[in-house]
């Protein structure tokens, strides 16, 4: 066995190995040693042992204490989305992400915004409960930021948005329009005229309208979105739906040798199933990869009336339009449902499916169980955001193969509201239910679903560990878990529930040399603080890809610059 390249000593190892947890029961650290060669990790290890296995030629590297643990896994985000902003949209996202208070602060940097940009003015991440008024905005108001150039805000949630009159002339929506299937026009109840905001498969009636971004704005974006993922520790990212277009893109960065950061992409399935598998054949790689799942969306977004629950929302505003029942709705029926996760087990695609509402999950757990054939493409199947899944359905999801990506992130940005506003106490207080789920031996990820809210992994274990509302009220105690498993979910859990457990989620001997440097050990440090620990650096393939000096040359990265023999 040749010597390794590189020795990394006094560091504390959280390798994440499944022998971590029988050793110390996630306690205490595994190792302070390890080695890589050829972008693998060659050992782990005392300082002794592995330095026992360097060469003359190894370079040995001292961590000095630092706490070193695999590269975060990003189980569901939209890359290169976030990376747009700036390019193609402004952010309108409320304090502390954003500046956005109330409508005439969105209205004020819309139009801010239209100076720098031709054509189409776009805005995303406006929340109406975090705005004052606790309503979106109106066409009539957005006119105010362009009469003649259309207008559309994206909500948070990406489920639905908001147009100007114009945006809505170009795209032929009237009075007079019928909502399209799974979608909702919502009309004001005196005059029938549209007000401007479209949910669900009504905002796609503006989105096909508006130009796709170019070639070099994707580029740029991509950049931007690769530098913001890879400083917070994201080595890997799965991309939650991609088609064709999305799939060249990652072609040409990878051939270009501009893709920095390890991507998988989970194809698109709803409408169809795009076979895109076959086309990445002998291609796909450790750096660019189709993904183990199908993607698709069942429902919408609870802090839109839109998620889809088996009990009635517990607030819906007088003037909203929303009836008392008002309990939101599915995409599609259990039949379609079915048929599609039939149709991509049969190619070999899991599917991963949208839905945050329960009664939505119902449907999932309906249609999976109908689909399961016994392949090997129904198991492990995905079930995104799960966010009021009940006991009753978790208690189902190891018989039926199911491991949620949870979207734990909820809890600090809409938790307040989903106890006040749109489930009530008792419904909210076990939105994620991680520790439910623990308890049931059920494996799962938890994401950030980027761009809706910031990426960062180390932000998504601290509402995990802790469920800290913005208010800084505790929501649901009896559903946090410890760091330790918040950190599964981000690195092994996340690889096995996505088939890359093989080379990916630990610092084990022959997985990839992926991992961060972090400042502050995350297993010990007080669980408050676990979002502020600082990513000095990290490695892809044993290359760094950020340092927190913002030096890209190896070994001159951190704490390491001095050290190397
Ligand atoms: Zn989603
Ligand atoms: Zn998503």
Redesign the pocket.
């Known amino acids: 066995m040749p010597a390794p390249e590189i020795i990394y000593t006094n560091a504390k190892v959280i390798t994440m190995a499944e022998s971590f947890d029988e050793a110390c029961n996630g306690l205490t650290d595994t190792a302070e040693a390890f080695a890589t060669l050829d972008g693998r990790v060659t050992g782990v290890g005392s300082n002794q042992e592995v330095l026992a296995t360097g060469g003359p030629r190894t370079r040995i590297v001292d961590l000095k204490g630092a706490t070193v643990l695999p590269g975060f896994i990003d189980a569901?985000s939209h890359f290169p989305g976030s990376g747009l902003q700036g390019i193609r949209w402004t952010d309108l996202s409320a304090p502390p992400n954003g500046l956005v208070r109330n409508i005439a602060s969105l209205v004020e940097e819309m139009g801010r915004w239209a100076g720098h940009s031709d054509g189409w003015v776009l805005g995303r991440g406006y929340d109406q409960t975090l705005l004052t008024e606790t309503r979106h905005p109106t066409r009539w108001e957005l006119d105010g930021v362009s009469p003649d150039r259309p207008v559309w805000v994206w909500h948070a949630s990406?489920h639905m948005g908001v147009g100007n009159s114009r945006s809505l002339e170009v795209a032929g929506i009237t009075a007079n329009s019928a909502n399209p299937t799974g979608g909702y026009i919502d009309k004001d109840p005196v005059s029938g005229q549209p007000t401007g905001l479209l949910q669900e498969a009504a905002a796609r009636l503006i989105e096909r309208e508006i130009p796709p971004p170019s070639g070099s704005e994707r580029d740029l974006a991509a950049a931007h979105a690769m530098r913001e993922y890879l400083g917070v520790g994201v080595t890997t990212s799965i991309i939650?739906g991609g088609d064709l277009p999305a799939l060249e893109d990652l072609r040409r960065w990878r051939r270009a040798g501009t893709l920095a950061m390890r991507v998988i992409m989970m194809q698109w399935s709803n409408p169809t199933v795009t076979e895109l598998t076959g086309d990445l054949e002998g291609e796909g790689d450790d750096w660019l990869s189709l993904g183990a799942h199908g993607e698709s969306?069942h429902d919408g977004s609870l802090q839109g009336y839109t998620g889809y629950l088996s009990q009635p929302y517990f607030k819906v505003a007088a003037d909203s339009g929303y009836d008392p029942s008002w309990r939101g709705f599915p995409i599609e029926s259990r039949e379609t449902l079915t048929e599609r996760v039939s149709d991509l087990a049969r190619l070999g695609l899991r599917s991963a499916i949208?839905a945050?509402g329960d009664a939505a999950i119902d449907d999932l757990l309906f249609a999976y169980a109908a689909a399961a054939d016994g392949s090997q493409a129904c198991f492990r199947w995905r079930i995104?955001?799960a966010q009021t899944v009940r006991d009753d359905q978790l208690d189902r999801f190891n018989d039926l193969h199911i491991s949620p990506s949870f979207?734990v992130s909820h809890v600090y940005y809409w938790g307040d509201q989903h106890r006040d506003t749109f489930l009530g106490l008792e419904r909210a207080r076990r939105i994620s239910p991680l520790k439910s789920a623990i308890e049931r031996g059920i494996r799962f990820s938890i994401h950030l679903?980027s761009p809706v809210v910031p990426m960062n992994p180390l932000h998504a274990v601290w509402c995990a560990v802790n469920r800290l509302t913005r208010s800084g009220q505790v929501l649901g105690p009896e559903e946090r878990v410890t760091p330790h498993l918040a950190l599964r979910a981000v690195t092994i859990d996340a690889a096995w529930q996505n088939l890359i457990d093989d080379t990916r989620g630990s610092i084990e001997p022959g997985k990839l040399a992926d991992f961060v440097i972090l400042a502050e050990n995350p297993l010990t440090i007080d669980p408050l603080g676990i979002k502020d620990i600082e990513v000095l650096e990290v490695r892809i393939a044993g290359e760094p890809v950020h340092c927190i000096n913002g030096t890209n040359e190896p070994g001159k990265a951190g704490r390491t610059d001095d050290v190397h023999n």
């Open positions: 569901h990406g939650a969306v949208h945050n995104e955001h979207f679903d």
